[in-house]
């Protein structure tokens, strides 16, 4: 099949000036298949017109997904409503946008690996898809730029630029204590919010020990009673959906080699290693035995590194990475049973 003949010059040139891409590209073949169908003017015109508007929609979805700098992709075909402690209603309401649209907040609060982050992620590209703007931040990465912004006294306008989206997910809330500065910075905004944008929240503390990580009692009950007027609030429950899926992909064969090979020495060293060697721990449910050997050696990780971690928490019961270590090691812990 021959090539179409390509638009002539004025054409084309007219058409980059006026940046039509998508027209310049397929009006030549369009207009092929035009004459050969005998389209009238009309079909001809609205079949390049639905073709730019279509490329023009794909390009800004694109800019838009990029701009919200999701830290994976999530969606809401994936979320399985079944197996969380979301209702389904509840989950087909917050589908639908409408809470964006009105500028209500959606919170989720529970323990690791029981959806909040998925569910919050899945909306957000839900809410792009629709034609929405959104961003995301850990809370932590939004002080840190809102921090930026007090050294040439700009914080209202970085404020402002973040408002420009329709949704702000903010996830990981209370994962590391705030100073005071912090805390007004992250209670300006979302005053800043309140009822102009929707937020997503997601945290692993319930409202009520909220001061563990907001260190003025008045600041944190200002920024719940904004936070909480318009919010949909969902309290997620159960084991770590991550457990359930390593638990299932971990062959036994691997689990009793690693057991093994982790078995001989002190709590007080297999303490010290957890502390410090969490990830390597866990990347042992996941990579082959005999490279485990040969970085785990023989630590025993079974009751001490528990006792360790709970004195921890008793130690500084005000330090939520400090617990959320510990409900680490206990989902860990999990893991091995029966090995």
């Known amino acids: 099949m021959t ?56 390009s800004n979805a694109r800019a838009r997904m990029k701009a919200a700098a999701f830290p994976v992709l999530k969606t809401i075909e994936e979320f399985d409503v079944a197996a969380s402690s979301i209702p389904k209603a509840t989950f087909d309401y917050l589908a639908s946008l409408e809470w964006i649209r009105a500028a209500e907040n959606y919170c989720a609060v529970g323990p690791a690996g029981t959806g909040k982050s998925h ?86 503390w319930p409202f009520d020990q909220w001061g563990r990580f907001l260190p003025e009692h008045t600041t944190a009950v200002s920024l ?15 084991e770590s959906f991550r457990m359930k899926q390593a638990r299932t992909r971990t062959p036994a064969r691997l689990t009793r080699a690693v057991w093994s090979s982790c078995a001989t020495v002190t709590a007080r060293a297999a303490a010290a290693y957890l502390e410090s060697h969490l990830d390597i721990i866990a990347a042992a449910l996941h990579v082959t035995a005999h490279d485990q050997r040969q970085r785990l050696g023989s630590y025993d990780l079974r009751l001490p590194y528990l006792t360790r971690h709970r004195r921890m928490q008793t130690d500084m019961p005000q330090n939520p990475r400090t617990t959320h270590m510990l409900e680490t090691c206990a989902l860990y812990r999990g893991l091995t049973r029966g090995w």
């Open 224 to 238: 719940l009673d904004r936070l909480l007027h318009h919010s949909i609030v969902v309290a997620t429950e159960g």
């Open 3 to 58: 090539a179409p003949a390509p638009l002539p010059a004025d054409l084309d040139g007219g058409l980059r000036r006026l940046k039509l891409s998508a027209i310049r590209r397929l009006a030549p073949e369009l207009l092929i298949t035009a004459r050969t169908q005998r389209w009238n003017p009309e079909e001809f015109l609205r079949t390049l017109i639905d073709a730019e508007l279509a490329a023009r929609d794909a």
């Open 119 to 204: 569910s919050l992620i899945a909306l957000g590209i839900a809410a792009i898809q629709a034609g929405h703007k959104v961003r995301y931040f850990t809370a932590a990465e939004l002080v840190e730029t809102l921090y930026r912004g007090l050294a040439d006294n700009s914080v209202g306008r970085v404020i402002e630029n973040l408002l420009r989206a329709d949704l702000i997910v903010i996830d990981e809330v209370g994962f590391a204590p705030l100073d005071d500065t912090g805390a007004q910075l992250l209670f300006r905004f979302v005053a800043a919010a309140y009822e102009r944008r929707a937020l997503g929240i997601g945290s692993h």
